[in-house]
């Protein structure tokens, strides 16, 4: 199993960015293609973006396509998230995660980090 642990969330104010990054300790970590969810107040964990493990292929969605982006550093056991042009609607606490597969469906992966809170002000 791999450990996760998240880190750069914050108070931003709304069309402000934020970047989170998510370091990885144990097992190779090229070996696994990666995520990020997220979970607002009362809602249930959503799909943001996914990554494979050599990073040539990118899934997103559809309410953050062309304002974050994810990307990976397997030299550095770590994988991001740029948060561009955020809105009110992105409040809520970010994880990333590993799978056996590039999906956006939650029970696919199987090690989370430890979550870090976003909010956006309006």
């Known amino acids: 199993q791999v450990q996760l642990v998240v880190t750069g969330g914050g108070l931003v104010q709304a069309g402000g960015s934020l970047r989170l990054s998510c370091a990885a300790a144990g097992r190779t970590f090229s070996n696994y293609h990666m995520a990020w969810f997220r979970q607002a107040p009362g809602k249930e964990r959503e799909f943001v973006a996914a990554?494979?493990?050599?990073?040539?292929?990118?899934l997103y969605a559809d309410s953050v396509k062309g304002r974050f982006t994810i990307s990976r550093d397997n030299a550095k056991n770590a994988v991001y998230l740029q948060m561009n042009s955020l809105k009110p609607d992105d409040t809520a606490v970010y994880y990333c995660?590993?799978?056996?597969?590039?999906?956006?469906?939650?029970?696919?992966?199987?090690?989370w980090g430890q979550g870090t809170q976003v909010t956006v002000s309006s």
């Open positions: 995660a590993t799978g056996p597969s590039v999906t956006s469906k939650v029970a696919s992966y199987d090690s």
């Open positions: 990554i494979s493990r050599s990073g040539s292929m990118k």
